[in-house]
């Protein structure tokens, strides 16, 4: 059952292809610029990579990255195409290639689709990347002098600060974990001492944030130090949300930083995919209508174009069929090559 079947007279043909060589050279900017996103994205999840545990958001950017290029590729083609068009003995040299052409794009094509999906529903895997990777932060936050972790204290004050967020979930994540080095503790102190007897971990806990979660809006000076001590400070109330702190957590200021990139990035590329679908289904109309045009001496005759010959199963399967027969002889080869030799 043919698919969409259209009438295509000359005139109609013509503007088909002039139309097309346009809307491909258009697809092709949007590839470069689908790239580009990539690598903007590639290059904001390296800057942060210290505040996550492992890498399996980058898939978004890499994919882009790849969908783009081949975009770039894939339209340039069609613009080729598009040139021939209107001649039927030099559109005939793409019969060959325009089957593979567009199995290949419509790989591509779905990629882009599930780069768009990807970048929607990576929340909860950021999330979780996110809430590991800065809890190792703040705990490595003292070892300055560990190989390995020499900027750890500086890539967390600065996330802090650019972020304007203290601690994984909120500013009492540093009262449970020692920031502050040995080296710059007096251990004939008797508070230092009391401080590091008074849990089982020998940890040197202060109810204490680092200087970067100071918050510079607040009118007055900052209280990082003894901050549940309300008789420490003058007119002072810890319970109260008053403190001149960040008191938004970093993994929330991350979450939303990088889902609204990704979003953001998620809708343009969408856009995209659309553009290069019409590119690709244009073109097959522009194919099938042209066919019938081929060892025909009146060129200017009307013809007919559609978009699938067969029905959506029977084309997909025309297109998996040779791959699963490639495969299955690649798996019998092998089968044979291991078999063991009679004696």
Known sequence: MVVMK???????????????????????????????????????????????????????????????????????????????????ARFSRWKNFLKPYFAVSCFFTVLMLLAVIMSFVM?????????????????????????????????????????QCCGNNDHRD?????????????????????????????????????FSCCNPSSPRPCIQYQLTNNSAHYNYDYQTEELNIYLRGCREALLNYY????????????????????????????????????????VEIETEGYLLERGVKETVMEYLNPVMAFFLLTNQVEEGSEAPAPA
């Open 6 to 88: 259209m009438k295509f007279p000359f005139q109609k043909r013509v503007k088909l292809a002039q139309g097309l060589w346009l809307l491909s050279w258009c697809a092709a900017v949007a590839g470069a610029i689908t790239f580009t996103l990539g690598c903007i994205l590639k290059t904001e999840l390296r800057r942060r990579a210290e505040a996550m545990d492992n890498g399996d958001v980058h898939i978004v950017p890499n994919t882009l990255m790849i969908v783009g290029l081949a975009s770039l590729g894939i339209n340039y083609f069609a613009s080729k195409v598009c040139q021939d068009a209107l001649d039927a």
């Open 123 to 163: 929340k909860g895997s950021l999330e979780s990347s996110l809430k590991v990777g800065l809890k190792n932060g703040i705990r490595f936050y003292k070892d300055t002098d560990t190989p390995g972790r020499c900027f750890q204290k500086q890539n967390i004050d600065r996330l802090q600060i650019d972020f």
């Open 174 to 210: 540093w009262f449970e974990v020692q920031w502050i080095s040995n080296r710059y503790l007096d251990f004939s102190s008797k508070e230092v001492k009391d401080r590091i007897k008074s849990n089982v971990d020998g940890r040197y806990l202060l109810d204490g944030v680092p």
């Open 259 to 298: 889902m609204g990139l990704m979003n953001t990035i998620g809708a343009g590329v969408l856009s995209v995919f659309l553009l290069q679908g019409s590119v690709l289904v244009s073109l097959r109309f522009l194919q099938t209508s042209m066919e019938a045009v081929a060892g025909n001496e009146n």
